[in-house]
């Protein structure tokens, strides 16, 4: 059972947007702890997406954004592309657990 | 160019034990604060524990699963990150990478594969 909350897949297909939920509570995402989204496919390394709720590393398409409300946070991705057909991890910190915590994974599928 | 590369893992009986290393190039490793996270086969990511900087005090934390059995180092003038892993079990079978964190730009290695079986 993970700390933070996301739905286990979800699916759009070329040129949509999809969404993806991460749901804390009141000791980590609704403390202000920065939340950070991170992207891996299958077999490879987890890659930073979105750090610090909102802000995109050089390189990663502006299509990608992040944001929080409260305990909970949501990554954006517009004009959904097949190359975003991943897994996406949520991560914060927790106080009561002195560390990170990540939420469950989210397997995106590109219809 | 930023490199993490991990190495060390194999496969150990419950019980044992087992030392990861990350030596870490591009960046200014004693400036960093580092931490492990690892991936069991087909499941998410779990965070391992970190170590500070030392002119942030060098200290480390460590997830309740690991506590007191693992150990996370750094030489600085190595520039190399350790994980001593002790009295290992079954469910620490996993990849294990190492990371600067999305503190530090969100370098990760490309893993080593630990696996816990008799």
């Known amino acids: 059972q993970s700390v933070l909350t996301q739905p286990p897949s979800v699916s759009g297909a070329p040129g949509q947007r999809v969404t993806i939920s991460c749901t804390g509570s009141?000791?980590?995402?609704?403390?202000?702890?920065?939340v950070h989204w991170y992207q891996q496919v299958p077999g490879t390394a987890p890659k930073l997406l979105i750090y610090a709720n909102n802000n995109r590393p050089s390189g990663v398409p502006d299509r990608f954004s992040g944001s929080t409300s409260g305990t909970s946070a949501s990554l954006a991705i517009n004009g959904l592309q097949a190359e975003d057909e991943a897994d996406y991890y949520c991560?914060?910190?927790?106080?009561?657990?002195?560390?990170?915590?990540f939420g469950g994974g989210t397997k995106l599928t590109v219809l | 160019e930023v490199e993490l590369v991990e190495s060390g893992g194999g496969l150990v009986e419950p019980g044992g034990s087992l030392r990861l290393t990350c030596v870490v190039s591009?960046?200014?490793?004693?400036?960093?604060?580092m931490s492990w996270v690892r991936q069991a086969p087909g499941k998410g990511l779990e965070w391992v524990g970190r170590i500070k900087s030392k002119t942030s005090g060098g200290t480390t934390d460590y997830a309740a699963p690991v506590k007191g059995r693992f150990t996370i180092s750094r030489d600085d003038s190595r520039d190399t990150l350790f994980l001593q892993m002790d009295s290992l079990k079954v469910e620490d079978s996993a990849v294990y990478y190492c990371t600067t964190g999305p503190g530090g730009k969100g370098y990760w290695g490309q893993g080593t594969l630990v696996t816990v079986s008799s």
């Open positions: 009141s000791s980590n995402i609704g403390a202000g702890y920065d």
């Open positions: 591009g960046i200014t490793f004693r400036n960093a604060w």
């Open positions: 991560q914060s910190s927790d106080s009561g657990l002195s560390g990170w915590v």
